[in-house]
C-alpha cells in the first residue's frame, strides 16, 4: 500500500494563466446562458400576460348586462284574449316606454325607436308571463329586462358621446330618452348569468354559452367513452403482449405520425366517412366526440405506454415469481400502477381536444343553433365553434363576448391541466 501521507502537497501557484482564463470564459458562458433562459421565461410569461389582460379588458364588460326596470299595464286593446301568444306584445311595450318618457303623442317612428331601447328579450319575457299566468290580463306588470345592445353599449362606456352625431349608433334625442331613465333610477347593471344560461341568440345581449357548453360536454363526454378503453388497450396490446416483429414497428411508427397530423385531416375524415358514407346526422355532438376520439386516440396510446413502461421490471418479475400469468401481472400489478400516468395523459388529451375547432367547423357545428341539445344526436355548438361564430358577427356587442366565451374556455383548459396535475401528484409512485 503506497503512503499518501509523505506526499508533497500541492504547490500554491498550480494554476496557470490561460487555464484560470478559460475558466472564467466558461462561467461567463454559463452566465449568459442562463440570463437568456431566465429572459425566454420572461418573455413567455409576459406574452401571456398581455393575451390574458387584453382578453379581460375586453370580455368583463360581457359579464354585466344592462336591465331597464319597467311597468307595463296589460291593456285589452293589445291583448289577444283568443290566443294570447299572439298579442301585440310589441305595440304595448312602444306605448308603454312613449309613456315612461312623456312622449305618448309620438308619431310611428318615434313610437319605434323608443320601443328599441329594450332588447326584443322584453317581448318574449313578457309573453311568458302572460301565457303561464293568463289572470294577469288587464293588471300591471313590473318587469326587469335587458337593454338593447346600443344602450347597453352606452351604460358601459363604450359608445363615446362626443363623437359626432352622424357616425354615432345612437341620436342626441335617443342618448337624451336612456339618460332621463337612468335619473329615475330604472337602469341597473346587474352580473350577466345569461352568458352561461342563454342559448345563441342574433340579439348579443341575449346571446349565451349554454348551448356551446352542453354540445361541449356531449361531445368530450363521446371521445372520452370512445378513446380511453380503446387507447388503453391499445397500449397495453403494443407494450406487454404484441411480438417484437415489423408488423408492430409500422404500427408503432403510424401511431406516432398520427399525433402529429393536422387536427383539420381528421375532420376530412369524419366529413367524409362519418356524414358521407354513414350518413350520421350533421352538426351533432355525438359526430363530434367521434372525430375528437380519433385525434385523441394517439396521444392516449403514447401516454399509457410510457406510463407502463414507468413501471420497475422488479414488479412483474416479482408477480411472475409467485406464479402470476402474463395477464394477471399486467391487469392486477402493471395497469393500477400505471393509472396515474394514464389518466394525465387522457385528461391532457381531452383539454387538447376540447380546444380544437377546425375538425368541428368541417362536420358542420358551427350552424346557428338557438337551443341547447337536448342528446348529443341534436344540432349543436361547441365553444371553440361558437367562438369563432361570435368573432365573425359584426354586431358590436359579441366582440366583447367573444373575448369572454374564449376566457371561459381558458378556464375549463386550466382546470383541466389542474386536475391531471392533482392525479399526478397524489397518486403517482416514487421509485
Not at 304595448?92 to 313610437?111: F, I
Not at 347593471?189 to 356551446?212: K, V
Not at 352542453?214 to 397495453?236: E, K
Not at 397530423?261 to 366517412?273: D, E, K
Request: hydrophobic share 50%; charged share 15%; with cysteine.
Amino acid at each position: 500500500m503506497t503512503d499518501i501521507s509523505n506526499s508533497p502537497a500541492p504547490a500554491a501557484g498550480w494554476t496557470t494563466p490561460e487555464a484560470s482564463a478559460r475558466l472564467r470564459r466558461r462561467r461567463r458562458a454559463e452566465t449568459r446562458l442562463k440570463l437568456v433562459g431566465m429572459g425566454a421565461i420572461g418573455f413567455a410569461f409576459l406574452m401571456l400576460a398581455v393575451l390574458i389582460g387584453s382578453l379581460t379588458l375586453s370580455g368583463w364588460h360581457a359579464f354585466t348586462q344592462s336591465h331597464a326596470r319597467i311597468t307595463v299595464t296589460l291593456a285589452p286593446e293589445y291583448i289577444n284574449t283568443d290566443d294570447l301568444r299572439r298579442s301585440d306584445f310589441r305595440g304595448l311595450l312602444r306605448a308603454t316606454m312613449a309613456e315612461r318618457l312623456g312622449e305618448g303623442e309620438a308619431a310611428a317612428a318615434e313610437l319605434r325607436r323608443m320601443g328599441a331601447i329594450l332588447s326584443n328579450g322584453a317581448q318574449s319575457a313578457l309573453r311568458e308571463r302572460l301565457v303561464a299566468k293568463p289572470a294577469l290580463a288587464g293588471q300591471t306588470l313590473t318587469l326587469r329586462v335587458p337593454l338593447a345592445d346600443p344602450y347597453d353599449q352606452l351604460n358601459k362606456g363604450l359608445i363615446d358621446r362626443d363623437t359626432p352625431e352622424n357616425i354615432r349608433r345612437l341620436s342626441d334625442r335617443e342618448i337624451g330618452w336612456f339618460d332621463a331613465l337612468k335619473a329615475e333610477g330604472a337602469i341597473s347593471r346587474p352580473l350577466n348569468f345569461g352568458l352561461l344560461t342563454n342559448a345563441d341568440s342574433r340579439f348579443p345581449e341575449l346571446a349565451g354559452l349554454r348551448g356551446a357548453l352542453v354540445g361541449s360536454l356531449y361531445a368530450l363526454l363521446t371521445c372520452f367513452l370512445l378513446s380511453f378503453p380503446i387507447g388503453i388497450g391499445a397500449a397495453i396490446w403494443l407494450e406487454e403482449f404484441a411480438p417484437k416483429n415489423r408488423m408492430s414497428d409500422l404500427i408503432e411508427v403510424n401511431i406516432n405520425n398520427l399525433a402529429a397530423v393536422p387536427s383539420v385531416v381528421f375532420g376530412l375524415l369524419a366529413l367524409a366517412v362519418f356524414l358521407g358514407w354513414f350518413g350520421m346526422p350533421r352538426s351533432a355532438p355525438f359526430v363530434g366526440g367521434m372525430t375528437l376520439a380519433l385525434m385523441t386516440l394517439p396521444t392516449i396510446i403514447i401516454a399509457t405506454r410510457a406510463a407502463l413502461k414507468a413501471v420497475p421490471p422488479s414488479i412483474r418479475e416479482a408477480a411472475m415469481g409467485l406464479g402470476a400469468s402474463k395477464q394477471q401481472v399486467v391487469f392486477q400489478h402493471v395497469l393500477p400502477l400505471a393509472m396515474p400516468g394514464i389518466l394525465t395523459g387522457t385528461i391532457i388529451g381531452l383539454a387538447q381536444a376540447l380546444g380544437e375547432t377546425a375538425p368541428l367547423l368541417l362536420i358542420g357545428m358551427n350552424a346557428f343553433v338557438t337551443a341547447a341539445p337536448a342528446t348529443p344526436f341534436d344540432p349543436s355548438t361547441a365553444l371553440p365553434t361558437q367562438i369563432f361564430i361570435w368573432a365573425d358577427s359584426p354586431e358590436r356587442g359579441f366582440v366583447s363576448r367573444t373575448s369572454a366565451a374564449i376566457l371561459v374556455l381558458l378556464g375549463f383548459l386550466i382546470a383541466m391541466n389542474a386536475l391531471a396535475i392533482f392525479l399526478r401528484s397524489k397518486f403517482e409512485r416514487k421509485w
